[in-house]
């Protein structure tokens, strides 16, 4: 299966949160699975680091260190190109996170499946894997 992984899900799973629930897990460690992080990610945490310096809603690593440890992990890059823009234009207004819209724009582009813990993401149909 090839997976894209939100940036919730990403984190914590090279965090070792246990949020993650063991199932996901499993299934982001399974080596016949690709696994992909969106430069989406790596932006919205150098975004959310920005505004959330310190408190409950930091994100707690920066961005070059969350780079590292999903390159460290084995997960795949993705780039944002022009034409994973495309469906945002015609995408249901279900939710309003443009980092969320962009992932899922990227995960029906390059058919892959996102990973998420998000419940109101799987309004978008089956390029959401809610875990």
Do not use: C
């Not at 199932?23 to 505004?51: G, Y």
Request: glycine content about 4%; charged content about 20%.
């Amino acid at each position: 299966m090839r997976l894209l992984l939100d940036t919730h899900v990403a984190l914590w799973f090279v965090l070792g949160n246990e949020k993650l629930a063991p199932p996901a897990r499993a299934l982001i460690a399974d080596s016949a699975n690709d696994v992909f992080v969106s430069i989406v990610s790596l932006l919205e945490i150098a975004i959310k680091n920005n505004i959330r310096r310190s408190g409950p809603d930091s994100i707690g690593i920066s961005m070059t260190e969350a780079q590292a440890l999903f390159l460290a992990d084995g997960f795949e890059p993705l780039d944002l190109r022009p034409t994973h823009l495309v469906p945002i234009e015609a995408m249901p207004r279900h939710h309003g996170d443009p980092f969320d819209r962009l992932l899922i724009a990227q995960a029906q582009v390059e058919q892959l499946r996102l990973v998420t813990v998000e419940r109101r993401l799987t309004e978008y149909g089956e390029a959401v894997l809610l875990v």
